[in-house]
């Protein structure tokens, strides 16, 4: 199997994960995010060497952008600040695969957690990839305990639901490149 085909694959599996609704989907997710973003040789880099396309990532404000702002306008900030779907009336901006990657999504209880921080405590310490109890990171812990809330709040999926806005994401920056590679 070449680049282009398991990218292809894993891409297909990211659209599945974000219409699916089961741990199996959800795993898939964390994996193939995992590796499309940040596997070795990263498959978008491989996929993209090519078409040579300029991949952006859509986001809105950060999860710290977005609480020094309410810090500013005197606003408390919650415990959870988990950006599950931007605002619509929030400005966007584009931005490039390292910074996408060190982007905050989920401010929990004053810790900020990143794409790359996410993905990497999804597909590789709950995904069974290195599959443990035992949690060696204070991250890691955090993420774990986040998850237990967000089941508590019956959002599916657990700490695996704070994947699906950086599914989405990513989805639609590589959807360029996926229609490019689906001809050649």
């Known amino acids: 199997m070449d680049e282009k085909e398991l990218f292809l694959i894993r891409y297909s599996q990211i659209e599945k994960g974000l219409r699916g609704q089961t741990n199996e989907d959800f795993l898939n997710l964390s994996l193939s995010l995992r590796q499309i973003l940040s596997d070795g040789d990263r498959l978008i880099i491989s996929a993209n060497r090519k078409p040579k396309l300029e991949i952006n990532f859509e986001v809105g404000l950060s999860s710290d952008e977005r609480e020094k702002e309410m810090i500013e306008h005197g606003l408390p900030t919650p415990d959870l600040d988990f950006l599950a779907v931007f605002p619509p009336n929030e400005t966007k901006r584009n931005i490039k695969l390292d910074e ?6 989920v401010n929990y209880k004053g ?14 310490k709950f995904g069974g990839t290195h599959l443990s109890n035992k949690l060696e990171k204070s ?5 774990k305990e986040l998850g237990n809330i967000l089941k508590s709040m019956d959002i ?8 699906i806005l950086i599914g989405q994401t990513t989805q639609k920056a590589l959807f360029p490149l996926v229609e490019i590679l689906k001809k050649t």
Request: charged share 15%; net charge positive; proline share 3%.
């Open 100 to 105: 996408f990657l060190k982007f905050n999504i």
């Open 111 to 124: 810790t900020h957690f990143s794409v790359i921080q996410l993905i990497k405590a999804c597909a590789n």
């Open 139 to 143: 991250e890691e812990l955090k993420i």
């Open 156 to 163: 599916v999926g657990g700490p695996f639901s704070t994947l």
